[in-house]
Nanobody, 123 residues
Framework: QVQLVESGGGLVQAGGSLRLSCVAS????????MAWYRQAPGKQREMVAT???????NYADSMKARFTISRDNAKNTMYLQMVNLKPEDTAGYYC?????????????????WGQGTQVTVSS
């Protein structure tokens, strides 16, 4: 069974920084694309940033200047460094990944989500 577990959220003042982590665990054959999403109360979930297994990165335009996504393939871990946080960054932050598992020699690729970590930025 595969799990994605986020950590690193919390309460921070405007202008502060946080580093989120997402660890994938279980019977993993390989991980393709990974991504961070966020969802604020009353709003739709939105993509923050994505990173491929080869390290190609894409950001939502509004977050490009302040957020940095990275991953450590050896640790099955993805990070999101956030600086100069603003109250409008307050949201649940969710990890998403395409993960392959090996069942009797056949690789099955599924999309997985973590439970989320809350980021609250006070003004």
């Amino acid at each position: 069974q595969v799990q994605l577990v986020e950590s690193g959220g919390g309460l921070v003042q405007a202008g502060g920084s946080l580093r989120l982590s997402c660890v994938a665990s279980g019977s993993i054959f390989g991980i393709n694309d990974m991504a961070w999403y966020r969802q604020a109360p009353g709003k739709q979930r939105e993509m923050v940033a994505t990173v491929t297994a080869d390290g190609d990165i894409n950001y939502a335009d509004s977050m490009k200047a302040r957020f940095t996504i990275s991953r450590d393939n050896a640790k099955n871990t993805m990070y999101l460094q956030m600086v100069n946080l603003k109250p409008e960054d307050t949201a649940g932050y969710y990890c998403n990944a395409e993960i392959g598992i090996d069942r009797d020699g056949i690789i099955y690729v599924n999309e997985y989500w973590g439970q989320g970590t809350q980021v609250t930025v006070s003004s």
